[in-house]
């Protein structure tokens, strides 16, 4: 039987799926996971003989740590000994403080978690009601 945290990490996956589509030739691949539910993934492609290399991190913290973003936007080195600049995103819950990021950094809220207060809340989808249905009581006692 899986964790919560497997479960939480295939939510990830799905927002980063949301932004990095394998029909448009993106490979993601996760890297190492931190303390807690952060995850880091490299999300990459080629065009026309170019690279192009995206870092995400997803963090499930009301608070980004800020020393991890730093060592996110470090530069990745290519088998070859060639370095390439990356662009780093960000991927929180909504309701999440990012009010002290830095301006370069990318940030996206995820469509499946957000915080109520301090508590990280799972946001299931509202349930569409069609006009003139009436809703029936479940025990009628």
């Known amino acids: 039987m899986g964790s919560s945290q497997d479960i939480m990490h295939q939510y990830a996956r799905q927002e980063i799926n949301r932004f990095f589509s394998t029909y448009d030739g993106w490979t993601i691949t996760p890297l190492k996971q931190t303390n807690g539910y952060d995850q880091e993934f490299i999300a990459e492609r080629s065009i026309s003989g170019n690279k192009e290399v995206k870092k995400v ?24 000994g060639g370095v390439r600049k990356t662009d780093v995103l960000l991927i929180v819950p909504q309701n999440s403080d990012t009010s002290c ?23 299931k989808k509202p349930v569409a009601q069609t006009p003139g249905q009436k809703q029936e009581k479940a025990c009628s006692q």
Do not use: C, H, Q
């Open 101 to 123: 990021l830095p301006s370069d950094i990318r940030v996206s809220f995820m469509n499946s978690f957000a915080f109520e207060g301090d508590e990280l809340a799972w946001t």
């Open 57 to 80: 991190l997803v963090s499930f913290t009301k608070n980004v740590n800020k020393e991890k973003l730093e060592a996110m936007r470090s530069s990745v080195s290519e088998p070859y």
